[in-house]
């Protein structure tokens, strides 16, 4: 694709202008159709005497209309338009009394008007005098028209409109609009496919190739083609705009539009079809339907209409399984849907048995009801759950090991769906995820051509170009996307591009972001779906990200330094400069070293985030800020970019404890309170809700109060025998902080310290209240309920109307410790609820370690933790879940061993982290809707056994 950009970005420059007012334009396409169908909704009207909803529908025009005057077509036409819709509302006025329920429509309408006026007399006043020469001769309404053809599609009507207001804004100039052949001796800019204009000009622009979204941008002399079909001649317009007079849309709040200047243009062919047909991401900032229309995104979660060229809707997105079945509902009459793990069918997070013939005859009808009840949408997913247990079924099994991947199954069930729905729906896709246990791809087995593979990148580093990058996660993806290209026609990307862990933290990936693509591109990638913040404003750079994959996904060439500075400069004005300092500072050492890696779960103690780096960042943030000390709304977009290096200081120095006595004592300054108080103020007033993806522990107020420990002092619960010293923390979770096996010394719960300082929060054990990470339980202030030398019952009370009340007891002499909890809904409404404990035990070796596992006749499972390096969860759930034991032995032969009732766990989940230290052994009841007055219990042991190999043998 040929680019030119005329010079620099100038900045705007309010100028008057009073343009020579054109001929009004004939009557173009359907307004004779349009005019008919208000008649009849008139009539409608009067019919229904101002009946509410009739108003309201015969309105809705006259609301896009003045919406429109703010935006589209010149200054002139939109005053008219405000004009024509102030006299018809004043027409109908007169027939309505103030008793009519319509009336207050009526009157909801006409104030409007003025918001209306005061934006176009607004726009009016910022019109800029640039010069726009094409093949040497200036834009101007004597010699130049825009050209529609003679019924424009409503994508072609609003890129005609949208073009006269940029070239307004740009120029002052009031071009008319007219239909394919009423020109009388202007010089055409043919926006679509205007045949008349092109017989005229010698040209026959090829648009059947071009596909939705290919373009033309084709001069003749002083004429102009900008032409393609759906959103392709949106894209041709404002591909213009941009590539040739320097216009940019950064954000929907932020438009750079020269004022000043001159554009020369000269000879232009461009035909570009872009190589991603879906190019989307969720940022909040990339919803608007304008700034998606511009920077030419598609996906589903944009709010793009047709007129603007619409989008490839999801109408099924992800996760689907339980939603084609649900084992709530159908477990227990047909187990046989569902996994089979270790011969036994399970309910709990399961997965569904793909070989069963009654569950792909379910499907196939459910994806035939979700088509029908949303027609409109272009794909549907038929997707895993977003856990692991899929079937191990003879049936699914012997496909599987076929193939050589969990894949295989996933794919011979969609194929077969897909098959079925091309009968009746041949423009439909079916989709379906690679992920996780799917994504290593089949040996041999196709996918359909009306299925779309998500293939995910979620385990790999981000940090450098997946293609580039040392870890083993990465070089095993690049062989699986090689794989899923040889054997699909639509293979789509589900990409991740923030840490979710702590997402207002800075996270070094803008320059993995297009090499990316472009490697994605090149193994027959054709959709992707960049993953960000998207549950939240505020995030670290989301705006300049957003920028970076808009321009890249539509030109995979395009240069991400050419994108950072440019969108800079129209950003933060005077401070970027320093904004740029910082993101060479942040970048500088993953960039250097090849073997530092980031995941979507880094942490603010990552190496990058050292000291001294954070320091260079405070004092280059301080000299922002100072740049634009005096323009408010550039000051708090420099404010909001410093939040990353604010959050990183608190979580790095807030949480600093002492213990003194029975209490913990914070240690935080007032420098430190400050800190916390001005990163509330700015995130406040940004509308940042969120500090990471997890709702329950992620959110702000509740974030905010987990830091705010300034002063606070957290009295200490001692519990203690001959064998165990227990300390517990009622004020915060209710947690065990510390437990001491006395003859060996060794800590039992993992508890964490930094730089001589207590961390209480970050580790120790934990109960929730739902299933969720962290949900509520996990930090709320508990009660002493009752407490003597070896027990203490606590408890507390969430906003949910949930009651927890946790009894812990030492036995006293043995080394063991039994905790019950009971949940009880005390409130008037059901509620979700799954009573989760999540202890963390040190293990100082994970490595050496091994997990044992209680079977049914009496065995132990033996699963070695040699060899692992990473983090990693496993499940463990109907065959799978011990039976009422399981444990953990060190290298030292120490055993921490937990025992529940077998009756009580609906699963377990075995997570280990080596760089940590820790092993969890955490267990969850049935997940389930508490119903007022119901109680959830959990009862369990924790019992340490310093020579487990010789009590194991006994």
């Known amino acids: 694709m040929k680019r030119l950009l005329c010079g620099v970005l100038l900045p705007f420059i309010s100028c008057a202008f009073t343009a020579e007012r054109p001929p009004s334009p004939p009557p173009i396409g359907k307004q004779a159709e349009a005019a008919k ?3 009849v909704l008139r009539a409608e009207l009067e019919a229904s005497k101002f009946d509410a909803a009739a108003t309201k529908a015969y309105l809705a025009p006259l609301g896009l209309q003045l919406d ?33 329920p319509g009336r207050k429509e009526l009157d909801a309408m006409k104030a409007r008007l003025k918001p209306a006026r005061e934006a176009v007399a607004k726009r009016r006043s910022d019109l800029g005098s640039c010069i726009i020469r094409i093949g040497g001769k200036p834009l101007d309404p004597s010699t130049h028209a825009i050209v529609v053809p003679e019924s424009p599609t409503p994508q072609e009507d609003f890129a005609a409109r949208d073009l006269a207001a940029h070239i307004e804004k740009l120029t002052g100039k009031d071009l008319p609009i007219l239909a394919d052949g009423a020109l009388e001796g202007q010089t055409p800019i043919a926006v679509g496919n205007c045949p008349k204009t092109f017989r005229k000009l010698r040209l026959r622009p090829d648009l059947k190739g071009l596909g939705l979204e290919g373009i033309i941008i ?15 001649v949106l894209y041709a317009v404002y591909s213009f705009l941009e590539d040739y007079c320097g216009c940019r849309w950064f954000t929907p709040e932020c438009t750079v539009i020269p004022k000043t200047g001159t554009f020369e243009i000269g000879e232009l062919d461009v035909r570009h079809i872009p190589p ?34 619409g989008k490839i809707d999801y109408g099924t997105f992800v996760h689907t399984f339980n939603s084609i079945l649900d084992p709530a509902k159908h477990f227990a009459t047909h187990p046989e849907y569902f996994s089979e793990i270790k011969g036994k069918r399970t309910p709990g997070h399961t997965q569904l048995c793909l070989t069963n013939p009654d569950v792909l005859e379910i499907a196939k009808k459910t994806v035939r009801t979700w088509i029908k009840y949303a027609p409109k949408a272009t794909i549907f997913s038929v997707s895993q759950n977003d856990w692991y247990n899929f079937c191990e079924c003879p049936k699914c099994k012997a496909i599987d090991d076929a193939e050589g991947t969990h894949a295989a199954t996933m794919i011979a069930f969609v194929n077969a769906i897909a098959r079925d729905i091309a009968k009746d729906y041949p423009d439909k896709i079916v989709d379906t995820l690679a992920y996780q246990y799917t994504r290593t791809p089949p040996k041999i087995l196709r996918v359909e051509p009306n299925v779309c593979v998500r293939l995910c990148t979620i385990e790999c580093d981000f940090a450098h170009p997946l293609d580039k990058s040392t870890h083993p996660q990465n070089q095993k993806f690049v062989r699986d996307i090689q794989g899923w290209n040889k054997l699909c026609d639509r293979l789509y990307i589900w990409d991740y591009i923030i840490d979710y862990g702590h997402s207002v933290m800075p996270w070094p990936n803008l320059y993995a972001l297009a090499p990316n693509i472009r490697f994605f591109i090149a193994n027959g990638v054709k959709g992707l779906y960049e993953e960000a913040c998207y549950f939240t404003k505020g995030s670290e750079l989301a705006e300049l990200r957003t920028w970076i994959i808009a321009k890249t996904m539509w030109n995979p060439s395009y240069d991400t330094d050419k994108a950072i500075d440019e969108f800079l400069a129209g950003f933060y004005g005077p401070a970027a400069p320093f904004i740029r300092r910082y993101i060479n500072l942040i970048h500088k050492p993953v960039l250097d070293d090849p073997n530092m890696h980031i995941f979507i779960w880094t942490g603010p103690n990552a190496p990058y985030l050292n000291d001294k780096a954070i320091a260079e960042a405070a004092r280059l943030f301080d000299e922002a800020e100072k740049a634009v000390a005096t323009d408010p709304v550039l000051l708090h977009r420099v404010q909001v970019a410093r939040l990353p290096i604010m959050y990183v200081q608190i979580v790095n120095s807030k949480q600093g404890f002492k213990e003194e006595g029975d209490l913990l004592v914070d240690t935080a300054t007032e420098d430190e309170g400050e800190l916390l108080k001005r990163f509330e103020a700015v995130a406040r007033k940004e509308g940042l809700t969120m500090i990471r993806e997890h709702h329950a522990s992620g959110n702000l107020d509740k974030w905010l109060a987990s830091v705010s420990f300034a002063g606070k002092k957290l009295p200490i619960v001692r519990l203690g025998n001959e064998s165990l010293d227990i300390a517990i923390l009622p004020t915060l979770g209710g947690r065990i902080w510390k437990m001491v096996h006395k003859p060996t010394g060794r800590e039992i719960i993992k508890r964490v310290t930094e730089k001589g300082f207590e961390r209480p929060d970050a580790a120790g054990y934990e109960e929730y209240s739902e299933g969720a990470y962290r949900s509520p339980g996990w930090s709320e202030a508990y009660r002493i309920v009752k407490r003597d030398k070896t027990s203490v019952t606590l408890e507390a009370k969430f906003t949910s109307g949930l009651v927890l009340t946790r009894t812990i007891a030492l036995d006293p002499k043995a080394p063991l410790v039994t905790i019950e909890s009971a949940l009880t809904n005390g409130g008037k409404e059901p509620r979700p609820a799954c009573l989760r404990a999540h202890p963390s035990y040190t293990v100082p070796e994970v490595a050496k370690a091994t997990v044992l596992v209680k079977r049914p006749d009496g065995s132990w499972q033996k699963k070695p933790l040699a060899g692992e390096t990473e983090e990693k969860d496993e499940w463990l759930s109907g065959g799978d879940l011990p039976d009422g034991s399981w444990m953990i032995v060190d290298a030292a032969d120490i055993g921490i061993r937990s025992t529940f009732e077998r009756a009580d766990v609906a699963q377990c989940l075995l997570n280990r982290s080596p760089k940590d230290a820790r092993v969890n052994l955490e267990l969850y009841t049935q997940e389930t809707k508490l119903e007022p007055g119901q109680t959830l219990r959990l009862k369990h042991t924790i019992e340490v056994i310093p020579k487990a190999a010789d009590a194991l043998a006994k």
């Open 218 to 232: 084709r001069t003749k002399g002083p004429a102009l083609i900008l032409a393609g079909n759906q959103r392709g």
């Open 37 to 39: 169908s208000r008649a």
């Open 68 to 100: 429109d005057a703010a935006r589209l077509g010149s200054c002139r036409q939109a005053e008219a338009d405000i004009a024509q819709v102030e006299a018809e509302l004043d027409a109908l006025l007169q027939l309505c009394p103030t008793y009519l």
């Open 276 to 309: 991603l047909e879906y190019r989307s991401t969720d940022y909040p900032c990339s919803r608007d339907a304008d700034w998606a229309v511009r920077n030419k995104m598609n996906g589903t979660q944009t709010r793009l209409d047709e007129r603007r060229g």
